[in-house]
Each structure stands twice: as structure tokens, then as C-alpha cells.
């Protein structure tokens, strides 16, 4: 007896029939069932008969797998492996996703025969074409499993996985993959579907194209398709600061609302600011937004060209956000002057110099919270201008509410 426990060829082949778990494994199972996956075919929901991840619980739980079962198979490799499955038959549907997500041929080559039941919820084409493996795709298909739909490579760039897929006789499509393929600026996958499929697009395609600034994808989008984008498209590219597109848009027959230029101004899209003044006006808010965000040049452009004005608003949050030089232009050059809040929300975030150019060159003053928010966050210099300037503390009591 003791010769056979002693023999090293001898007793791996007797403990193999006796119950238990491969060393290997023994303390990567608990962790596997710990996070349910075992349950891993039931985490996902269905287009038809298209299985799609479930709220984004199928991409966590394939990445919290990916973080435990990585290092074990960087360790132990396909034996490994195959050892956990025959211990815990239950993971080889995530264990096979995995590999399809991954592009791992030598895991998928290994467990071909796998019971199909357990991916009727999982696409494992499905995997494998998002993230452009075109290889594993070819492997599976042409190994009885079903296509995926093809608005997951589409959204993704894998041209030549929509086109593999488009050639199989079970092709599945919705409008969301020439949306998605436009929205990430995929132009030829955009061309391929108009081109082959009948699905068409949304609004989406052409809204989201042209707020990320394709400009190609925009063009084709308006020469080839009927669908259009949405009212207020050309003012939510105005703010994008997408002037070529914008232009096309315009061109198109899209106009623009007086809330584009505003918007433009408020992020400092100075090119289109001028574009716009030509084709539409603005409102007041134009100039409070780009004073907010201390782009100087498009306030004193809208100074000097435009009517509208601006409010307290623009001073205000300049001052809070530490422009010193928009807040000297509207104290020099305009007359809508501030409230107590440019002082007070300067104060409170240690804006040192707004706060002794408002105390010395303003009469609006401050309230009992600008000296409170300044001794309770530690700025003394505020502190010290506010009490040298009392006297335009318009709180009429010590007590502050809050």
C-alpha cells in the first residue's frame, strides 16, 4: 500500500475516481459560486429571439469574472480549465463567454460540444463580434451556432463581422445599428447598411452623427436617408461647437432657435458665435453664460455687435468662478452691475482678488454668509478684505440662516 500512495503514476490515477475537487481549484470554486456564476445564462434578456445583456448586470458580471478566472488560467491554461468544468459543470456557459469575449480559439476548439441548451440565453457570436473577433465568430457559426444581431458589431466598427453576419441566412438588424454606427462616426458600416439591409435608421443617426461632429457621416446621412434628426438638432450642435456641421444642417433647411448661440457662447465657440450672429440672434443669456465661463473674447464681441445685454447673472457667476478680467469689463463697460451673491460666492470659494476688486470698486456689498463660509473654510485674505470692508455687509442681523 505504501509503495502505491508513494508512487507518483500511480495515485493521481486512483484519486481521480474518489469524490472531492482538484487541487487547483479548490479555492477558486467557493468564489465562483459566491458571485452566482453558475447562474450566468439567466442574467441576460432577449430582442426576439436574440438574447442582449440585461442592464449592463452581463458586461459587470462577465468583468468580475474575468478578474478571478484570468490569473487562474494564466496559471493553469486549458487544463486547468478543464478540471474546474468537471468539478463545476455549471460555469462552462460563462467560461465559454469569456473565451468568445476574449477570442481564447483554445478554449473554444476545446469544448465544442458543450450542451447548446445553455446558450440559448447566451450568444456566444455575440460576444465574440463585439469586441472583433472575427476568427472566433467564424469558428462558432460555422460550428451550429446562431448568428447574433448585427447592431452589436455595427455600434462597435467591426466592418467585417457585420458583414460576415449580413451573409448568414439567419441576419437579424434594427434601426439601432446604422443609429449606433453613425453615432460613433463608423462611416462605411453606415454605407454597408443603407447599401444591403432595409432596417434603416432613426432620428438617432443623424442627431447623434452630427453632435459628435461626423461630418461625412452627416453628409451621406442627409443625402441618402429620409429620416431627418430632431427640431432642436442645429442649436445642440451649435453648442457642440461643430461649425462645418452646422452649416450643412443649415443648408438642409434645419434652423437654428436663439438658444444655439447662447449656448455656443456659454462654451466658448467664438467661430460660431460670429456664424450665428449673421443667421439668428441670442437672448441675454448668451453673454451671462460666456461671462459664467470667463471666455473674455465672446463677451466683448457680444458687447460690441449685439443688443441683447446681459444680466446680473453674468457678473455674478463670473465672480464666483474667479474671472477677474470679465469681471472688471462689466463693471467697466456695462450697467447691469451684480447682486450680493458675486461677493458672497466669491468668498466662499477663496476667490481673493474678485473679492477686494467688488468691495473696492462696488456698492452691492455682501451678506453675514460670505464672512461665514470664509472663517468656516479657512480663507483668511477673504476673511481679512471682508472685515476691512463692514460697512457693505447687508445682513442687519449677526444670525444667519441656513
Not at 83 to 105: D, E, F, Q, T, Y
Not at 127 to 148: E, I, K, S
Not at 192 to 218: N, Q
Not at 283 to 302: C, I
Amino acid at each position: 500500500m505504501n509503495i502505491v500512495v508513494a508512487s507518483a503514476e500511480l495515485l493521481p490515477q486512483i484519486v481521480q475516481f474518489q469524490e472531492g475537487v482538484y487541487f487547483e481549484v479548490h479555492t477558486l470554486i467557493p468564489r465562483m459560486y459566491a458571485n452566482n456564476f453558475d447562474l450566468f445564462p439567466f442574467q441576460v434578456s432577449y430582442v426576439g429571439c436574440h438574447a442582449v445583456p440585461s442592464d449592463g448586470k452581463f458586461d459587470r458580471v462577465l468583468s468580475a469574472f474575468d478578474s478571478i478566472f484570468s490569473p487562474f488560467y494564466g496559471q493553469y491554461g486549458v487544463v486547468g480549465v478543464d478540471r474546474l468544468l468537471k468539478c463545476a459543470p455549471k460555469l462552462s456557459c460563462i467560461v465559454l463567454a469569456h473565451a468568445a469575449r476574449s477570442g481564447r480559439m483554445d478554449l473554444l476548439r476545446q469544448y465544442p460540444q458543450v450542451n447548446r441548451d445553455l446558450f440559448q440565453r447566451v450568444s456566444l457570436v455575440e460576444q465574440a463580434a463585439r469586441f472583433g473577433h472575427l476568427t472566433a465568430v467564424d469558428y462558432l457559426l460555422g460550428n451550429g451556432h446562431p448568428p447574433c444581431v448585427l447592431d452589436v458589431p455595427a455600434a462597435h466598427g467591426h466592418f467585417a463581422i457585420v458583414q460576415r453576419l449580413h451573409h448568414t441566412t439567419r441576419a437579424f438588424c434594427t434601426p439601432n445599428a446604422m443609429d449606433m454606427a453613425a453615432k460613433n462616426g463608423h462611416l462605411n458600416i453606415v454605407e454597408f447598411l443603407h447599401t444591403y439591409r432595409t432596417e434603416g435608421c432613426t432620428v438617432a443617426a443623424l442627431d447623434d452623427a452630427a453632435k459628435a461632429g461626423h461630418v461625412a457621416i452627416v453628409r451621406f446621412l442627409l443625402v441618402n436617408r429620409t429620416e431627418g434628426g430632431s427640431a432642436y438638432l442645429p442649436d445642440d450642435v451649435a453648442a457642440a461647437g461643430h461649425l462645418g456641421v452646422l452649416h450643412m444642417l443649415h443648408d438642409a433647411g434645419m434652423r437654428c432657435t436663439s438658444d444655439a448661440m447662447d449656448r455656443a457662447a456659454g462654451h466658448g465657440h467664438f467661430d460660431l458665435v460670429v456664424c450665428l450672429h449673421e443667421l439668428d440672434g441670442c437672448s441675454s443669456r448668451a453673454m451671462d453664460l460666456a461671462a459664467e465661463n470667463g471666455f473674455m473674447n465672446v463677451v466683448e464681441f457680444l458687447h460690441n455687435t449685439r443688443h441683447e445685454g446681459c444680466t446680473t447673472y453674468a457678473m455674478d457667476r463670473a465672480a464666483k468662478n474667479g474671472f477677474l478680467d470679465v469681471v472688471r469689463f462689466l463693471h467697466t463697460s456695462r450697467d447691469e452691475g451684480c447682486t450680493t451673491n458675486a461677493v458672497d460666492w466669491a468668498a466662499r470659494n477663496n476667490q481673493v482678488e474678485v473679492v477686494l476688486f467688488l468691495c473696492t470698486h462696488r456698492h452691492e456689498g455682501f451678506t453675514h454668509r460670505a464672512v461665514v463660509d470664509a472663517q468656516t473654510m479657512g480663507h483668511a485674505a477673504v476673511t481679512s478684505i471682508l472685515m476691512q470692508h463692514s460697512h457693505l455687509n447687508t445682513t442687519t442681523t449677526m444670525s444667519c440662516s441656513f
